[in-house]
């Protein structure tokens, strides 16, 4: 009889104390749960071994990149139904540590290992990567090339024609993607105050975007600065077709050895998580030693939300095993407080938050639109990570679980002279 589904359903909520919310489909054909709701396909055993000896959400994710692990339904939604389980149990909500005392949960975690059946764990997929956390200068570089040198055909087909990979700023849900794209790079712009002649540095350049709609629609020279080797060959030929070259200089170099300052602007668009809790003051004071007095810097950062005890922080085990190697979020009163201590005047504060999801679902639908293309220019591993990823993160900016937020900050000099407007905001 054909019940390993049911077996399962049984298992999983005695372990978590809680209903399934989404159906399971097993390996023998068998599935079990509400019939409405999207289902957990567990195409075979070796999906149980990959949970067992890895309980929780690296267990999942090392699954679902393997494709041991699959959804049959909307993943918004099946991710949406899961959130509870993954991401948001509270104190209250049963650890496995504390299951594991009851004498029920222990039958049920042998009756998990009798239907994985005895075999060793499976190797982690080979798109793993181990994360160490040292910001080091060497360390950073591997972690970079990491996420961005997956070569810039496959980031193309994600982003689309504007190649920015950060959050878009959306006069409307029904606008185009390069249209947000270029009003979040003007929006920088003008927060910067751009005028013909000056210097502009941007951190974490990524594929010249920014360099280029600053060159081109403001007048400024532009030093564009970057860990990745692909994608400085992408924004130097860029910048090239454009004619832009005699304003725009793009380097392989780390924020810690540009020496050529003073800038009159510095932009840091989706960089600074990338800097780490550690190197995050230094970071500021070697941006605000950049600048001129008077200087304006834009950081464009995701946030998480702050928690009650910060010694408690972790960063998400499969955004540091497969996106964002030593990536960290930091709160947002955090960060304005490290800009500040390094010297920053920091003037305006802009949270974007629902900018994101509306971004991150249109990257989804690009890439679900060219999936087999996708798969051929990565793999089949990696293809199976950015989709998981990019919708899990749609839905954490929706729920309010991370935001982003625009930072604007001035290299005040002593006698108070900002150079900011009285008002620089109009509000709708």
């Known amino acids: 009889m054909a019940d390993a589904a049911l077996r399962l359903k049984s298992l999983i909520e005695q372990l978590l104390g809680v209903p399934l919310p989404v159906g399971i489909r097993a390996w023998d054909g068998s599935e079990a749960g509400p019939p409405e709701a999207p289902a957990l396909v567990v195409h075979n055993r070796r999906a149980l071994r990959r949970l067992l000896w890895k309980p929780g959400e690296l267990g999942l994710a090392r699954a679902w990149v393997a494709g041991d692990l699959d959804i049959d339904g909307d993943l918004y939604t099946a991710l949406d139904l899961m959130a509870g389980l993954i991401w948001e149990r509270g104190d209250d909500a049963r650890t496995l540590a504390q299951a594991i005392r009851d004498p029920e949960v222990r039958a049920a975690v ?14 982690p997929p080979r798109e793993e990567v181990r994360a160490r ?10 972690a970079i090339s990491h996420h961005y040198d997956v070569g810039n055909d496959f980031y193309e087909l994600v982003l689309g024609p504007s190649m920015v990979y950060s959050c878009a700023y959306w006069d409307s ?6 249209d947000a794209q270029r009003e979040k790079l003007e929006l920088v712009c003008r927060k910067l105050g751009l005028t013909p002649g000056q210097r502009l540095l941007d951190v974490g350049c990524g594929w010249g975007s920014m360099a280029v709609h600053a060159a081109r629609e403001h007048g400024v020279s532009v030093v564009g600065i970057t860990l990745s080797q692909e994608q400085a060959a992408y924004a130097r030929k860029r910048v090239a077709d454009e004619g832009l070259a005699d304003r725009v200089e793009i380097r392989v170099q780390d924020y810690r050895d540009v020496a050529d300052g003073p800038y009159d ?6 960089m600074a998580e990338h800097v780490g809790a550690e190197q995050y003051l230094e970071y500021a004071r070697v941006l605000h030693t950049l600048l001129k007095p008077g200087g304006r810097l834009l950081n464009h950062q995701i946030a998480r939300r702050p928690q009650r005890d910060e010694s408690t922080y972790s960063v998400d085990p499969f955004i540091d095993a497969y996106v964002f190697p030593d990536g960290e979020l930091a709160p947002i009163g955090s960060t304005v407080t490290q800009l500040e201590r390094a010297g920053f005047e920091v003037r305006d ?26 798969r051929r220019l990565t793999s089949f ?18 729920r309010n679980r991370i935001g982003v ?22 509000w709708n």
Do not use: C
């Open 110 to 123: 042998r009756g998990l290992v009798r239907m994985a059946g005895p075999y060793p764990p499976p190797a």
């Open 265 to 270: 602007a510095i932009s840091s668009i989706g």
């Open 173 to 178: 849900p029904d606008g185009t993607l390069e």
């Open 405 to 426: 937020n625009q930072v604007l900050a001035v290299r005040t000099p002593q006698d108070g002279a900002s150079g900011m407007p009285l008002r620089s905001r109009t």
């Open 133 to 142: 956390h040292l910001h080091t200068r060497r360390s950073d570089k591997r």
């Open 381 to 398: 591993g990696r293809a199976r990570v950015w989709r998981l990823y990019m919708a899990a993160s749609a839905l954490a900016f929706e």
């Open 349 to 374: 504060v802009e949270s974007i938050r629902e900018h994101y999801a509306l971004t991150l679902r249109r990257w989804v639908a690009n890439l679900e639109a060219e999936w087999a293309r996708a």
